[in-house]
């Protein structure tokens, strides 16, 4: 039988969008190394519980994974109140996040422990910035969108933070795509989903969806009452298969499993 890896976790600081100083959770394999590298995005719920254990999940599957706090500029306090407070405001600027997240990534690249190869994973509104961090980011692997929400909006939707449709960066997208979707989910719709897979198509661009019946929003969310455990099982295995594809398989023989 294969032992669970050992691991080590803390915050960091990173220095983010405008050379200002955000926090982030990193986990990594006990050993030596090399590791792969995975930059988990968050969902707009927030830099909460479930999402310092994904990137956990990744460090005992032998990959070295980091989360910045996307949330950090709005501020401490409850969790709820930080988010409400991101929402008032339409969201994070997608410039501020992208340069959150490459620094993630670089912090990922420099690491003494890193194998080079690094893979991005969002979730809900994370999902989105994985589509555009498909695009825009530098020194990525792959990418994962785990039910992107508002990757098609209506013109009327665009806003200064947000000033352009993540679709419309699809022929700017430079690393493999691994979509997950439920087929109950209605942001992204079916439908959307539909359009987003035939402009991908369209643009000759590497990319896998999953899509799965009875599962709608956040259906990973263990914890939340749309979670679909058999739905859930199956996607988690396409992610491992394409990373392992894609930026190396977890190196939990370097972290000491035998």
């Known amino acids: 039988m294969t032992a669970y890896v050992g691991q080590s976790s803390k915050t960091i600081q990173l220095q983010g969008h405008n050379r200002e100083m955000i926090d982030a959770y990193v986990a990594t394999p006990d050993g030596d190394g090399p590791f792969p590298g995975v930059l988990v995005i968050h969902h707009l719920p927030g830099w909460d519980e479930w999402s310092t254990e ?8 032998g990959y070295q994974a980091i989360c910045p706090n996307l949330h950090h500029r709005a ?110 989910d209605q942001n992204p719709s079916p439908e959307h989903v539909d359009v987003i897979e035939a402009e991908l198509q369209k643009h000759g661009k590497e990319y896998e969806f999953h899509r799965y019946d009875g599962a709608g929003h956040g259906f990973f969310g263990w914890e939340r ?22 930026i190396g398989a977890g190196n939990t023989a370097a972290a000491g499993v035998r």
Not at 54 to 61: D, E, K, M, S
Not at 148 to 175: L, R, Y
Not at 227 to 246: L, M
């Open 75 to 184: 501020g401490k306090g409850a969790l709820d109140e930080v988010v409400a407070k991101i929402r008032a405001g339409g969201g994070n600027p997608d410039a501020q996040a992208i340069a959150d997240v490459q620094a993630g990534v670089d912090w990922l690249n420099a690491s003494t422990v890193s194998t080079g190869k690094v893979g991005i994973i969002g979730f809900c509104s994370g999902g989105r910035i994985t589509y555009m961090g498909a695009a825009r980011l530098e020194n990525i692997d792959a990418a994962v969108n785990c039910w992107g929400g508002n990757v098609i909006v209506p013109p009327g939707n665009i806003s200064d933070g947000q000033p352009v449709a993540v679709f419309d960066m699809t022929p700017d997208i430079k690393v493999p795509m691994l979509g997950i979707f439920g087929n109950d």
């Open 225 to 246: 009452s749309g979670y679909r455990s058999e739905q859930a099982v199956d996607a988690w295995k396409k992610v491992w298969a394409f990373y392992e594809k894609y």
């Open 54 to 61: 994904i990137v956990r999940r990744f460090a005992a599957h």
